[in-house]
């Protein structure tokens, strides 16, 4: 079955800098797309990265030119490189799968941004 373990979280200071991992099992990583979604309180969930199996990527316009969706494809794993961190990423980022129109999500790892 299709698991998504995401671990990387914490608590960072304003302008800090945090690398969250995503470990995926169950389904052929590599010729999927993975992405990086995130939920604050209150907020619904917001894409903040994509990436292709090709390598194309796509961010949310908030975290364009701070975050870096990258893959490890023998490892099985996804990562979001996060810099410059703000207050407003303070949210529960969650690793993502899609297949058939069908979205898998691991539990989510918290990420708190202090001021």
């Known amino acids: 079955q299709v698991q998504l373990v995401e671990s990387g979280g914490g608590l960072v200071q304003a302008g800090g800098s945090l690398r969250l991992s995503c470990a995926a099992s169950?389904?052929?990583?590599?010729?999927?797309?993975m992405g990086w979604y995130r939920q604050a309180p209150g907020k619904q969930r917001e894409l903040v990265a994509v990436?292709?199996?090709?390598?194309?990527?796509n961010y949310g316009e908030s975290v364009k030119g701070r975050f870096t969706i990258s893959r490890d494809n023998a490892k099985k794993e996804v990562y979001l490189q996060m810099n410059t961190l703000k207050t407003e990423d303070t949210a529960v980022y969650y690793c993502?799968?899609?297949?058939?129109?069908?979205?898998?999500w691991g539990q989510g790892t918290q990420v708190t941004v202090s001021s």
């Open positions: 993502n799968y899609q297949s058939f129109g069908y979205d898998y």
């Open positions: 169950g389904f052929i990583f590599s010729t999927s797309t």
């Open positions: 990436l292709s199996r090709g390598g194309s990527t």
